[in-house]
């Protein structure tokens, strides 16, 4: 049988998926080629570097094999306490037991493309996602910390299942009467919290990137509502939208 051109085995690592890998690696291991023993390493150095992300999603997964006892474990996370327009945007995710979705942290940690991904896949094995959105008015109305925990409640309350115990990044929740676990930096330090975190990020993005379409000249699909310098021009030349937080810009509208 006629040897495969490197190139081909090449185009044939970069199509193997991660479970398939040590397929490959026996297929060409035996060939003696000098790219062909660089490809092979390659693959060897995915499956180590695999081998790795599943024993930091292992870790992270500690709290919620510390609480799965009292049943179901719920990761909570907010996003937008921040930007000077539009929505808060919190989710509550409850995943599967010892869920093993690879590359889940912190939302800020991980790359627009890498967020899109997950958000589809943790829509698809979650037990249950939930998710609050409190607008710009009733920030204005009860601040930002008050509109957070709304929020945080409302997604909550949209959960398909109800939780036996939430794990939420840093604080605690009030007016709920469900055990709570606060927990500082959760969302790199709890595969449900930074699950939650994703999807609250990529519900936010995709909003404001649908604002932008509305309101094209503040930037909002690329700064997603936060004070950035063409942001603040706009403000101060055009003047506020309605999904301004008017309490937040009151020092850059006269």
């Known amino acids: 049988m006629e040897e495969k051109k490197i190139g081909i085995i090449k185009e044939e690592l970069k199509n193997t998926p991660d479970e398939e890998l040590a397929g490959f690696i026996s297929t060409y291991e035996a060939d003696e080629r000098g790219g062909v023993i660089k490809l092979v390493e390659q693959a060897k150095k995915r499956v180590e570097k695999l081998a790795q992300e599943k024993q930091r999603i292992w870790e992270l997964g500690k709290f919620e094999r510390e609480y799965e006892q009292f049943g179901y474990v719920c990761g909570i996370d907010e996003v937008g306490r921040g930007p000077l327009a539009g929505p808060v945007v919190a989710s ?151 999904i301004h937080r008017q309490s937040f810009i009151k020092n850059f509208v006269v």
Do not use: W
């Not at 896949?121 to 008015?137: F, L, Q, S, Y």
């Not at 959960?159 to 036996?164: F, G, I, T, Y």
């Open 92 to 242: 509550a995710v409850i995943l599967p037991k010892d869920c093993d979705i690879l590359y889940i942290n912190d939302s800020k940690k991980l790359s627009v493309a890498k967020r899109e991904e997950l958000y589809d896949v943790i829509m698809e094995k979650a037990v249950a996602v939930g998710i609050g959105m409190v607008g710009p008015g009733r920030i204005d109305e009860i601040n930002i910390l008050q509109a957070t925990y709304e929020a945080m409640r409302e997604a909550i309350s949209n959960l398909q299942v109800a939780p036996d115990i939430l794990l939420n990044d840093a604080v605690t929740i009030p007016s709920v009467t469900i055990r709570q676990v606060p927990i500082i930096k959760g969302d790199a330090k709890s595969i449900s919290i930074g699950a939650a975190s994703i999807i609250a990020k990529v519900t936010r993005d995709r909003l404001m990137e649908e604002y932008d379409k509305v309101f094209p000249e503040y930037g909002f699909a690329s700064n997603k509502g936060y004070g950035s310098a063409e942001h603040i021009k706009a403000l101060k030349e055009v003047g506020p939208t309605p």
